[in-house]
């Protein structure tokens, strides 16, 4: 079967850096994505990675690696406005996404 | 530019009753999308359509049927409503199917009693 795992939630100080891991194990891989979702409303997209290594878009960078099936989604200097979910989802080889449940990420003041 | 609308954004259903949810994009995207997300769960692909005039099916279809019959509106049809059908259902669009980067509509939160 398909499985996408990630952490059911995470805690951070304000400031800080944070590391959300997603692993994966899909028919066939053509791309993995992360979206952000704030409680109530609908995800929105963050990055795509398809090939290995790191990707850096501001204070958010995503890390793939296809061999291991492993990605990151790494956030720096921390607002409060970060308090989010994080969704991980990969393209599989029909070229549909499965998601995986998100991490929840509470932000301290 | 709206993006993407969803109608309506919150309802309670009476299990046996009959269901649309509207969604409709004013991006001119090929591909659209139904899912729908549960607690605890990932989203789950219910239908989606790759271009006006042609769906599939998803991961979980059953109990659920759409339609393209243009660019802009994909609306999701529940014929009979059951209890495991309450979910917040999210429609989304994409350019093309495949690695396209897909948005998503405010979604609508459903209730079946």
């Known amino acids: 079967g398909q499985n996408i795992d990630q952490p059911t939630e995470m805690t951070a100080t304000e400031g800080a850096i944070v590391q959300i891991n997603c692993t994966y194990q899909?028919?066939?891989?053509?791309?993995l994505f992360w979206y952000q979702q704030h409680a109530g409303e609908a995800p929105t997209f963050l990055s795509y990675?398809?090939l290995d290594g790191l990707e850096e878009k501001g204070r958010f960078s995503s890390f793939l690696s296809r061999s291991k099936g492993y990605s990151y989604l790494l956030l720096k200097e921390l607002q409060m406005k970060d308090s989010a979910s994080y969704l991980c989802?990969?393209?599989?080889?029909?070229?549909?996404?499965?998601w995986g449940a998100g991490t929840k990420l509470i932000i301290k003041p | 530019i709206a993006g993407i609308t969803q109608a309506p954004t919150s309802q309670i259903l009476a299990a046996g009753r009959r269901m649309t949810l509207r969604c409709t994009q004013d991006?001119?995207?090929?591909?659209m999308y139904w899912y729908r997300q549960d607690l605890g769960l990932g989203l789950r692909l219910i239908h989606y359509?790759?271009?006006?005039?042609?769906?599939g099916k998803g991961e979980v279809p059953d109990g659920y049927s759409v339609s393209r019959a243009n660019t802009d509106d994909f609306p999701l049809t529940l014929a009979s409503a059951v209890p495991s059908q309450t979910s917040v259902y999210f429609c989304?669009?994409?350019?093309?199917?495949?690695?396209?980067?897909?948005?998503f509509g405010p979604g609508t939160r459903l209730t079946v009693l």
């Open positions: 989304a669009s994409s350019d093309s199917e495949g690695t396209d980067t897909q948005y």
């Open positions: 359509s790759n271009t006006a005039g042609t769906t």
């Open positions: 990675n398809v």
């Open positions: 899909t028919s066939g891989f053509n791309g």
């Open positions: 989802a990969v393209l599989d080889s029909n070229y549909q996404l499965i």
């Open positions: 991006m001119r995207h090929n591909a």
